[in-house]
């Protein structure tokens, strides 16, 4: 709450001292109703203003509802998408297995403990 819309900032050092380095900022969603418009939260259209980097920052939303087509092969209501890279429950699934990450171990209350323990909270 009062994060302005921004749920996580990732950037990546260009091994100089620098400015101008590619960033991503990301907004978190549960809604499978409003997430067209939660997707516009950590937009440069939203937060430039605010945030001022020298160039747009790429956005993305993470969602874990699936948003697969029934047929699993398109986006589920893409039309309504903004220009957020969109991390849906497919993705994350994924990406996951791709870094063999056990996804029974991050459900442990532990591994959650840990989380928040870290967290800006």
């Not at 001292?17 to 937009?43: I, Y």
């Amino acid at each position: 709450r009062g994060d302005g819309g921004l749920d996580l900032v990732a950037w990546h050092p260009m091994s100089d001292d620098r400015n101008l380095v590619p960033m991503a900022f990301a907004q978190c969603g549960c809604t499978a109703e409003e997430f067209g418009m939660k997707m516009l939260e950590a937009s440069p259209s939203k937060l430039a203003l605010h945030l001022k980097v020298g160039y747009e920052w790429a956005s993305y939303y993470f969602m874990p509802q699936s948003m697969l087509t029934n047929d699993g092969k398109d986006w589920l209501k893409y039309s309504d998408f903004a220009r957020a890279i969109v991390v849906d429950r497919f993705r994350i699934i994924k990406i996951a297995k791709q870094y063999e990450i056990n996804v029974r171990e991050i459900m442990k209350s532990e591994t959650i403990h840990e989380a928040l323990e870290t967290s800006f909270y």
